[in-house]
């Protein structure tokens, strides 16, 4: 069976043709969380010579050593070699839903190379951790593929009414806080020639570091206590949120240390919290799980999957609906924190979830 797999290496500037191994930073994550070199070796299945030697080489390379080694209390890392880390981790999280969807798209090709037959769906699609894995899992099937492009709600939306994706995925607050992204997301679905299609439930809330050092306790504190944050890009369903938040509470965003900083998916603000480069940030529950982080709820959400009338009735979508009601999607979905799938494969009217300005149901909460 055909596999690709896409890695990030690390390379000191001036020994430009040896990228550090992998086998360093595996080497460290596992003495971040033993506290010995003794264990961390055999954690990764290395001789404890071998990893000696490893670390010491790279200490020369780097001009820095990447450990601190004291008799009796193990191992520690180095402030460099915990940026090393963080780097890493917020590095694979930016790039992985970009690399996921490039992987996807090859193998995809070379498999309907292949296999003609096999239908192919494009969704262009808010970052979602549920539809990457349903993604990965049917794409190394030989059934339905999936060519999955993760970007903003709005212009996941805008590539649908443009034509160059058949469904489009983004996500509403439930309750009565949807203000200026329900009227975004009215402009580009139409009650005529669209459909909605329930593709989960997930929470949003704050990110923190590990723990709360901060002691943060909701969105008054980011101010009050000088948080950093780290914000999403303009125009993503999860800023529009966040920021009809900040206006609910009355917190203007434009005070908050770094909320001009942005990254582009749940993960990748994850990251950047894990690493230290940032003291909060908001997202999925399911992210901060991933990443070990502190987690205050804030709201919930409905993802949805939009698509127009007539793509309904044809097989991709028709497939796409029979494995969103089918139980290993709903208890794979189930198994990220924060998520729930049981409403996942039902079809919706556009004004069910988005109605009319100014009518009496515009003015009602979101329904789960």
Same mark, same amino acid.
């Given at each position: ?23 360093? $930073?595996?080497? $460290? ?91 192919? $769906? ?182 949805? $999957? ?63």
């Amino acid at each position: 069976m055909f596999e690709m797999r896409a890695q990030l290496w690390w390379t000191p500037a001036d020994v430009p043709a040896r990228p550090v191994e992998t086998a360093v $930073l595996d080497l $460290l994550r596992a003495v971040d969380t033993s506290g010995s070199l003794l264990k961390a070796a055999r954690q990764i299945g290395l001789s404890y010579r071998h990893a000696w030697a490893l670390m010491g080489k790279w200490a020369k390379l780097l001009g820095q050593p990447l450990l601190v080694l004291e008799r009796g209390r193990g191992a520690s890392l180095t402030p460099l070699a915990s940026r090393l880390l963080a780097a890493q981790r917020r590095a694979n999280a930016h790039l992985a839903p970009e690399i996921g969807s490039l992987i996807s798209d090859i193998t995809s090709d070379v498999r309907v190379s292949a296999r003609p037959q096999q239908p192919r $769906l494009r969704i262009h699609a808010s970052h979602d951790l549920a539809l990457a894995n349903l993604r990965d899992a049917l794409n190394a099937g030989d059934g339905l593929q999936l060519d999955v492009q993760f970007q903003g709600s709005l212009d996941s939306l805008a590539a649908l009414a443009r034509g160059t994706c058949e469904v489009a995925g983004f996500h509403l607050t439930t309750g009565e806080n949807t203000g200026e992204a329900a009227a975004s997301f009215r402009h580009w679905l139409k009650p005529r020639s669209h459909k909605l299609i329930h593709f989960a439930t997930r929470e949003q809330g704050l990110m923190l570091a590990a723990g709360n050092p901060l002691a943060v306790e909701g969105l008054a504190d980011l101010a009050s206590k000088h948080v950093r944050m780290i914000n999403r890009q303009r125009g993503s369903g999860t800023r529009m949120e966040f920021d009809q938040l900040l206006k609910a509470a009355g917190i203007a965003g434009e005070l908050l240390i770094g909320y001009h900083t942005e990254e582009f998916t749940h993960l990748a603000v994850a990251a950047t919290v894990a690493g230290g480069l940032a003291d909060a940030g908001f997202g999925i529950k399911a992210a901060a799980s991933q990443f070990g982080l502190h987690f205050i709820p804030l709201v919930g959400e409905q993802y949805f $999957l939009a698509c127009r009338n007539a793509a309904l009735g044809r097989p991709p979508v028709r497939q796409l609906l029979a494995m969103l009601e089918a139980e290993p999607f709903k208890s794979m979905a189930a198994r990220l924190p924060g998520y729930d799938a049981a409403l996942s494969g039902n079809v919706i009217e556009v004004q069910q979830i988005l109605p009319a300005r100014n009518t009496p149901a515009s003015r009602r909460a979101v329904s789960a």
